[in-house]
Each structure stands twice: as C-alpha cells, then as structure tokens.
C-alpha cells in the first residue's frame, strides 16, 4: 500500500524568493552605479502613505473575510506543497490494489487517515456506496467552488496592484505640495522633488514587483490543486468502477499528460495574441 500523506508539507519557492532577490538587486544595483544611494529612496513616510493608501483601498473594494482569506493564501506565494501529480498516482494505486483484493469497504480506516480533506470526502462517499454521477457531481461542484475562491483571492492582490501605482502618485503631489511652501529655498525645492518622487517609485514598485506577481503565482497554484483534485477525483471513480490499478494508473497518466498539453496549448495561443495585435 502507498504510504499516506502527513498532511501536504511545503517547501519553500526557490521562484519566488529568487525572483524578488534579482529585481530588487537590479533596481538597487542600478541606482548605485547611477551615482545614489540606497537611502534616496529610503522614505518610511513615502512607504507609510503607499502601503496605507493602497490597503484602505483595498479594503473598501473588497469584503474583509476575503481580504483575511487571500492574506493567508501569501503562503502560496513563497512557499510550494511538496505534493505531486505522481504521488497522488501511487498514493490513490495503493487504495485501488487494497479495494480490488478486499473490496472497497476495507478502505475505510485509510479514508479517515488520508489528510487531505477532497481526497478524504470522495473516498469516503465511495466506501459509503454513493453512486457514481453523484459522487462526480458533488466533487466537481467542490471543486468548482475552490476555484472560485482561489480566483476571487487572486483578485485582491490584483486590486492591490491596481491602487499601488496610483496612490503612489497621490504621494508625490503631497510631497509636491510640500515642495511649494519653500519656494524660496532653491536647494531645498531641489531635494523635495527628488524625495516626493519616492512615492511613485513605491507604488510602481510594489504593485509590478510584488502585487501582480503575487496574484499571479495564487493562480498558478488553484490551476495545480485542481489538477490535483480532478485527478484524485478521477481515481476514486475508477476504484468505484472496480477498474484494474494498472487500467487506473494509465488512466490517470493519460490525464496529467493531456491537461498538461491542454495548458501548453492555452499558454502559447495567449503569447500570440499580443503579437497579432
């Protein structure tokens, strides 16, 4: 029998903390060959007014049990679950050899061991006896449901995005104003623009640096735990069905192959698109 799951660990997303490390030296690194220093854009109030603004707006286009959700899905962000397509193959061919050779009631101690919560629910329907479309029907709304959630936390870092930039400009015209009241200081109008122009550097900064990628990568991840879910989904209704492990196995091969070409396919198609226009 394929050894269970202890509950989907993480590790962290060498992507991630890599592609935040090489953007932030570049932009960092540039300023200093271009002669500045990191404390010209060094501005805790610049920060202050962008993050501020930027969340208060944020919280005023979105509900705050969504807000609260998508705040705890950055874990997704910097760090991956260790599980894989593979695995959840030979973990879901151990169930299906244990069902053939003792029927599919013998399943149930393991369904209640299995951590994670889909593949827990639908093996457990199937070993209660649930009919087949009806299994199908409940695990697709399920899953249909997790989806919709991803997407809507996605979309507050995406708002987020949105807001950055232009709270970013709100910044600059405030230290712009600032900049006025010393009009007769040369020098110090000097220094004033380059200090109110932080503000918009934040903005842009964070939202193209961290907001949109952020959303971006919630989505790569509800793609890859629906992937998963339709697989595991897919494999219990072939232990229902009473199918040869080895008929499961390719069957379930078959599947990840395809939607991994499906996704290539929509990947390139949408690359073409902005060239054709």
């Known amino acids: 029998m394929a050894k269970q799951r202890k509950g989907g660990g993480r590790k962290p997303d060498v992507a991630t903390f890599a592609g935040l490390a090489i953007a932030l030296g570049g932009i960092i690194g540039g300023l200093i060959l271009e002669g500045g220093e990191i404390r010209d854009i060094a501005q805790y109030t610049a920060a202050m007014i962008v993050l501020g603004g930027t969340i208060g707006a944020v919280l005023v286009a979105t509900p705050l049990a969504v807000v609260r959700a998508a705040a705890k899905k950055l874990l997704a962000v910097f760090f991956a679950k260790t599980l894989t397509p593979e695995a959840t193959i030979e973990e879901i061919i151990g169930y299906a050899t244990k069902a053939r050779r003792n029927g599919i009631v013998s399943l149930e101690q393991d369904a209640d061991a299995i951590a994670d919560p889909f593949l827990r629910k639908a093996l457990m329907l199937a070993v209660d006896g649930a009919d087949i479309q009806d299994l199908r029907k409940m695990m697709e709304l399920e899953i249909s449901m997790a989806e919709q959630e991803g997407e809507a936390h996605a979309k507050v870092f995406e708002a987020a995005g949105g807001f950055a930039p232009t709270i970013g400009i709100i910044g600059a015209v405030l230290g712009l104003i600032q900049v006025m009241k010393n009009l007769e200081n040369i020098e110090e109008v000097g220094h004033g623009i380059a200090v109110a122009f932080v503000a918009t550097v934040y903005g842009v900064g964070a939202a193209n640096l961290f907001f949109l990628p952020a959303a971006n990568k919630i989505k790569a991840r509800i793609h890859q735990e629906t992937l998963l879910r339709e697989l595991m989904l897919e494999g219990v209704v072939g232990i229902v069905e009473g199918l ?14 395809e939607e991994g070409k499906a996704k290539d396919k929509k990947a390139r198609s949408g690359a073409r698109k902005p060239a054709a226009a």
């Open 244 to 257: 040869n492990p080895k008929l499961i196995r390719s069957k379930l091969e078959a599947f990840v192959s």
